[in-house]
């Protein structure tokens, strides 16, 4: 099996800073790409950054130029520095990865239980 553990979420003042960490963990071969994503309460859970197969990166129009996600593959860890947060960041993060168990073409979607981020006015 193969976990994913979110963690670094919190309650902060508007303008201040945060950092995720993702961890996956268990029978993985290889991690071919990780994200993340967020959902605020009544709304759907989108995509606010992700590093791809190819270490391409791209974020949501609404954190970028305040967010940086980055990863270290040696420790299949993926981490998301969040500046300048907003109220409108207040959301469940979530951690998303894509991954290999075997290197036989094994690849399956993989999602941790969230962490919960908090921006006061």
């Known amino acids: 099996q193969v976990q994913v553990v979110e963690s670094g979420g919190g309650l902060v003042q508007a303008g201040g800073s945060l950092r995720l960490s993702c961890v996956a963990s268990?029978?993985?071969?290889?991690?071919?790409?990780m994200a993340w994503y967020r959902q605020a309460p009544g709304k759907s859970r989108y995509l606010i950054a992700n590093?791809?197969?190819?270490?391409?990166?791209n974020y949501a129009d609404s954190v970028k130029g305040r967010f940086t996600i980055f990863r270290d593959n040696a420790k299949s860890t993926l981490f998301l520095q969040m500046d300048s947060l907003e109220p409108e960041d207040t959301a469940l993060y979530y951690c998303?990865?894509?991954?290999?168990?075997?290197?036989?073409?094994?690849?399956?979607?993989?999602w941790g239980k969230g962490t919960q981020v908090t921006v006061s006015s």
């Open positions: 268990g029978n993985i071969f290889r991690i071919h790409a």
């Open positions: 590093i791809t197969g190819s270490d391409s990166i």
């Open positions: 998303w990865c894509k991954a290999d168990r075997t290197g036989y073409g094994s690849v399956y979607d993989y």
